[in-house]
């Protein structure tokens, strides 16, 4: 890719194929000149590895950044499953290359990222090195960023929102002690959130 002055590349994409990001990662890198990415909404799967791409990469202080495990659809006997399989680890790694560039994490602290499927807020995904700042609105560049810091896993979201519907079922049992309509909603409630994937 060939080209006269710096660019700037906005990103707000849930990601998708990741040769396609591969490819658009490659000509990023080979830009001679500064690469700018600003995270505007999410940088999510495939579109977290263009990121990585960014001699400078901003993130506004309301988007995320996601990265999790390679998926793949196959069909076929259990040598076409192990080939699948494999596949899927070649992928993982060359994914985890990019990471590793930007952030200099360790590749087992990447990989367990990516098994956890993480959400990362602006904050911590600066903290983590998949960024380097927020984006500030002009002339309040001297303002100070909160020091809160947000990391979510699929885990911990089901886990809170089961802890937050059992209080209330215990609540309601309080207020109305009779088995009935409350106590169902109840277990259907929590039986939605124990299938949500």
Known sequence: MSGDGNITVWIN????????AAQIYNMLMEYPHDVTIKIDGIA???ASVIA?????????????????NPATIAFG?????????EMLDSV???????????????????????????????????????ADDIMKRAGTEN?????????????????????KIAAKCRIEHKEDPKP?????????RLNLIKNWR
């Open 143 to 163: 303002m100070e960023i909160p020091a809160v810091s947000m990391l979510f896993t699929e885990a911990t979201v089901v886990n809170s929102l089961m802890d």
């Open 92 to 130: 993982k790694e060359s994914i985890i290359n990019a990471y590793e560039l930007r952030t200099g994490m360790s590749r087992i602290k990447l990989s367990h990222l990516m098994d956890a499927e993480t959400w990362m807020d602006a904050t911590k995904a600066v903290e983590l090195g998949f």
């Open 77 to 85: 006997d259990h040598t076409e499953m192990q080939k699948a399989i």
């Open 44 to 46: 999510a799967s495939a």
């Open 180 to 188: 009935g309509v409350k106590a169902d909603t109840c277990l259907e």
């Open 13 to 20: 994409s849930p990601g998708g194929d990741c040769v396609a």
């Open 52 to 68: 990585m791409a960014g001699t400078k990469v901003l993130m506004s202080p309301v988007s995320m950044m996601m990265i999790h």
